[in-house]
């Protein structure tokens, strides 16, 4: 199957895959809280359909082909090729015989209508170019009674474990350009009523858009400088820096975080939307 061309496919087959499939492990270190919440708010039962909607590396798939087992399936659908291969190797070494993957953008990939109980998400929904489409279209896949779970991120000055290290970094590095915060992107549904109103235009029910904030445990200062540099909002930053400024403003960061993170790696949050809907 051919990898998916919109601008934010293009972004995830490149750079910012490669560096998921590269930290990986400390991704998955990093949001062990978020998953466990996630997860566990989600639900998944032996024997269920689930879908994994932006699946990545595939921390969240393995999971989940673990609890439905044979008689349940997952089915992961991520834009970038490099990271969807990366989970399917996973899987593959775990000897996962239930999950499947497609490599489509979830805007438009034809789902088999009605066949899911359960969509999940950890950070893989705010990314598309047309909200309300994406979620009617992922809606199409789930049983009238399926319900939809994902994680995503409230605004930047919510999110502590991003928000220090832009601000310690912003003054030795060019100004970013004017954005839209609901342009694609992680912040793009950081607004609960426009969150509220997606998922209901879409065709969602039972609403719930849970205010939470999860703490963030790096192990160390090099284990949160792996993640904070290659994932999140400042790698786009210090992208346009020359490599003096970048230089700099890495070391700036450093010094942010050890002045914030405790000997256990723990202190920052992210502040999240833990969203839960049913599909009719
Ligand atoms: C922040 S990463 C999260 C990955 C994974 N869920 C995790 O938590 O490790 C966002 C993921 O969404 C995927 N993605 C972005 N836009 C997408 C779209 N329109 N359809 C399907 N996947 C998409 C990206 O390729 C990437 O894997």
Redesign the pocket.
């Known amino acids: 199957m051919p990898a998916?061309t919109?601008r934010?496919?293009e972004?995830?087959?490149g750079t910012m895959?490669h560096s998921?499939i590269s930290q990986?492990a400390v991704?998955?270190d990093v949001?062990t809280a978020v998953?466990a919440l996630s997860l566990d708010a989600a639900a998944p039962k032996p024997g269920e359909h689930v879908i994994?909607?932006?699946?990545?590396?595939?921390?969240?798939m393995l999971a989940f082909g673990k609890i439905v087992g044979p008689s349940g399936a997952v089915l992961g659908?991520?834009?970038?090729a490099p990271?969807?291969g990366y989970a399917r190797d996973r899987s593959a070494d775990a000897g996962l015989g239930n999950v499947s993957f497609a490599l489509?953008?979830?805007?438009t990939?034809g789902f088999e209508l009605r066949w899911a109980d359960l969509v999940y998400?950890?950070?893989?929904?705010?990314?598309?170019?047309d909200a309300v489409k994406?979620f009617a279209n992922i809606r199409s896949g789930m049983k009238e009674s399926g319900r939809l779970v994902f994680v995503c991120f409230r605004t930047l000055p919510e999110s502590p474990w991003f928000h220090v290290p832009i601000e310690a970094a912003r003054p030795h590095v060019p100004p970013p350009l004017p954005a839209d915060p609901t342009a694609?992107g992680?912040f793009s549904l950081a607004q609960k009523d426009r969150l509220h109103g997606i998922l209901a235009e879409a065709g969602f029910r039972k609403i719930v858009l849970k205010e939470t904030d999860v703490p963030i445990h790096g192990k160390d200062i090099a284990q949160s400088m792996a993640f904070i540099t290659q994932?999140g909002p400042l790698p786009a930053l210090l992208e346009k820096a020359s490599d003096e400024q970048r230089e700099r403003a890495t070391e700036a960061v450093r010094n942010a975080l050890a002045a914030k993170i405790g000997a256990d790696g723990s202190s920052l949050h992210v502040g999240l939307w833990l969203v839960s809907a049913s599909a009719s």
Do not use: E, H
Request: hydrophobic content about 45%.
């Open positions: 998916p919109s934010g496919a972004f995830w087959n895959g998921w990986q991704i998955s949001f998953t994994d909607v932006g699946c990545g590396t595939g921390d969240t659908v991520d834009v970038s990271m969807l489509a953008d979830a805007t990939y998400s950890r950070f893989g929904v705010m990314f598309f170019d994406a694609p992680m994932a």
